[in-house]
């Protein structure tokens, strides 16, 4: 882990003091605390509704706002990590007297590149004199955040659990050593979570290895049932599954659906995190409560090598068989697994079977083409599932019901559709089937071909009169999924098929502000062309060009500006484009915008101009454009900060020298 990482380790454990262990600075009793709607929300972790919250108390002043709307920032917990805006958060914090984002600060300047050892002391030292212990502690050592020593700086026993939480997610095997005591190794969070599940998930090998020697017990599950071994393999990673094999993990062991690790390295479609649990001794004929094998996991995942690898090592699941059950059809089961097929009828055995000669003779002698295993599941479906063509079509010819569904409410179409069977999807919208039933909290059937990419599958399923309009569970329609992915043959086909370009998501984004935002110029230029609004601004008021913009995507901000978008159009926080981009950094965008004579002085919420923001961030180029093009540089923000003030203050010496002396 590199300097800069280790900073960020350092203040994400800052703020779990924060937001995790309920030690906040305000004094006030909850009845009154003006923040206590942000802290509600952050305790059942709705981030997106806090940041809200947040933001009308930080355009007040409110110093403990503006703190954790920086380290919101850091770590990325509403939107991609932004170290501008954390550190201007940070800053307008500690300037209100924030310990924690001085020491915050110290920490920023210390891991930047070059290191800013002056400063971080400054900030340092600011945090200690507002009363911070850990800032005392800190400097008593002569040392500097960036030298975080958690032995030392960390004495509250809830700051110390959440710490070694992090380390173990992050990997950070010496500050686990530094942690851990069995209080700590064995502590779960309020699902059931702890050290060595975080490191099983992300944390890696070492990491986990170091909890397993500290005593970790490496079957603990979490309320879902899921053990460390069960996250290792969802994360594909081989060298974690070794870790906790060799620890003597339970290969065995199923969560509460009946899902064992095997099914959900197969899921994860990691063919070596497969091969090491099937040498570890995982049974590939267990079946969970949906009577689902690693084989039908490793199927919808799309990846045959892992399919592959299954059926070589003896997952014939439901596709042969090998030894006669008897009875009058003549079905073979496996042998070696006389429970595979329990409660199966007859007909689901021979459906799964890529020949479907047997299932043909047992619906000659009467079978039902209708009938459902134990849990509910059609045959039809089961054919569907296995890929099997013929089978879909007999049991089709048979009088099969080709809309019937499982117990979730979900067709045999919608689940090829999700399982990337775009020949069992074509077949059953032959038949007659409905392209728009599914289960009411699952993907309808193009909503998952847009998702996957499927061009093909989107156009079969709009020429079989899909709902081109239909929404995932986030409230995005195919066309809103599109435009952002990079297949410019599925926006055709979508639109082609009459997607709306103008209905929004719950954040009110149409499709045109997910491709400026994702930077997908053929895209937007497909979708103005059939109309769609160029200014439509989301529930934030951002319009495509703001979002293109703030994301650094100079060919859609251009375009935008050619199709006439209003440059000087500000969100909720009074930002306009220019001020975006500044903050962003892309010169290209911001000489787009004066080009189109966006205003340059205008100033957001907190009294910033696009000047002061590129002089904050030490940009020296969007500086000389925004000088050049008559910004002015006596304009000052709510702190009363100048350009000047804010690049000297960072020791951007080429920066000052250019508003000096201009």
Do not use: C
């Not at 309920?22 to 942000?38: C, Q, T, Y």
């Not at 000659?364 to 296995?386: D, E, F, H, T, Y």
């Amino acid at each position: 882990m590199g300097r800069r990482d280790r900073a960020y380790v350092l203040l994400a454990v800052i703020a779990a003091m924060a937001l995790v262990s309920g030690r906040w600075s305000a004094a006030a009793p909850a009845s009154v605390d003006p923040l206590e709607a942000a802290k509600a929300a952050i305790r059942v972790k709705e981030y997106g509704r806090a940041a809200g919250e947040l933001e009308r108390e930080a355009a007040k002043g409110n110093g403990e706002a503006q703190y954790l709307l920086g380290t919101f920032a850091l770590n990325g917990l509403v939107q991609e990590r932004d170290i501008v805006k954390a550190r201007m958060w940070l800053e307008k914090a500690a300037t209100s007297g924030n310990a924690r984002a001085a020491y915050s600060l110290a920490a920023l300047l210390a891991a930047a590149d070059p290191p800013d050892e002056e400063g971080a002391r400054r900030w340092l030292a600011k945090s200690q004199a507002l009363g911070l212990d850990v800032a005392a502690r800190t400097r008593a050592r002569g040392g500097l955040p960036l030298e975080f020593r958690p032995q030392i700086d960390l004495v509250d026993a809830r700051s110390r659990r959440d710490a070694l939480w992090l380390a173990a997610a992050t990997g950070e095997v010496d500050t686990i050593a530094a942690l851990a005591d069995k209080t700590n190794v064995d502590a779960q969070d309020e699902f059931g979570r702890g050290a060595l599940a975080r490191a099983a998930l992300t944390g890696g090998p070492n990491a986990l290895a170091a909890l397993v020697r500290l005593g970790a017990a490496v079957d603990a599950a979490d309320i879902r049932g899921m053990t460390a071994l069960m996250l290792a393999a969802q994360s594909g990673s081989a060298q974690s599954i070794d870790v906790l094999l060799h620890a003597d993990a339970n290969v065995s062991a199923a969560d509460r659906l009946g899902n064992t690790a095997l099914m959900y390295a197969a899921r994860s479609g990691n063919r070596e995190a497969v091969a090491r649990l099937l040498d570890g001794g995982a049974n590939v004929m267990t079946r969970n409560v949906q009577d689902w094998s690693a084989v039908d996991f490793a199927r919808a995942a799309a990846k045959p090598e892992v399919e592959s690898l299954l059926r070589a090592r003896g997952a014939t699941a439901l596709l042969s068989a090998s030894s006669s059950s008897g009875g009058l059809t003549g079905v073979t089961r496996p042998a070696q697994a006389p429970d595979l097929y329990a409660n199966w009828q007859d007909v689901h055995v021979a459906a799964a079977r890529a020949d479907a000669s047997l299932l043909k003779l047992l619906l000659a002698r009467g079978a039902n083409a209708n009938a459902r295993n134990s849990a509910g599941v059609p045959a039809l479906i089961v054919a569907a599932l296995a890929g099997s063509g013929q089978s879909v079509e007999a049991l089709l010819t048979s009088g099969a019901d080709a809309n019937g569904t499982d117990a979730h409410g979900d067709s045999a179409l919608t689940l090829a559709a999700r399982a990337g069977r775009a020949d069992i999807v074509g077949l059953l919208l032959s038949r007659g089937a409905n392209p728009d039933k599914h289960a009411p909290s699952a993907d309808a059937a193009i909503v998952a071909a847009t998702k996957a990419g499927a061009s093909q599958m989107v156009a079969t399923l709009i020429a079989g009169h899909a709902a081109v309009n239909e929404r995932d569970a986030d409230g995005e329609t195919p066309l809103m999924i599109a435009a952002r992915g990079a297949d410019l043959s599925v926006v055709r086909s979508l639109l082609e098929g009459g997607a709306s370009v103008d209905l929004v998501d719950p954040s009110g984004r149409a499709a045109l502000w997910f491709a400026a935002r994702a930077g997908r110029l053929e895209i937007a230029q497909m979708l103005a062309a059939h109309h769609a609004e160029i200014d439509r601004q989301d529930r934030f008021r951002v319009t495509p060009l703001a979002a293109a913009a703030a994301a650094g995507h100079e060919p859609v901000a251009k375009f935008l500006i050619e199709k006439g978008a209003r440059v000087d159009a500000r969100n909720a926080r009074n930002d306009t484009a220019l001020l975006l981009a500044a903050s962003s950094g892309n010169a290209g965008v911001v000489a787009a915008l004066l080009d189109a004579r966006a205003g340059r002085d205008a100033q957001n919420d907190f009294g910033d101009t696009a000047l002061i923001i590129a002089s904050r961030n030490g940009d020296a180029r969007i500086v000389r454009l925004l000088l050049d093009a008559g910004a002015s540089t006596k304009l000052r923000n709510h702190d009363h900060a100048a350009a000047a003030d804010v690049a000297e203050a960072r020791n951007f010496d080429q920066v000052v020298a250019l508003l000096r002396n201009f």
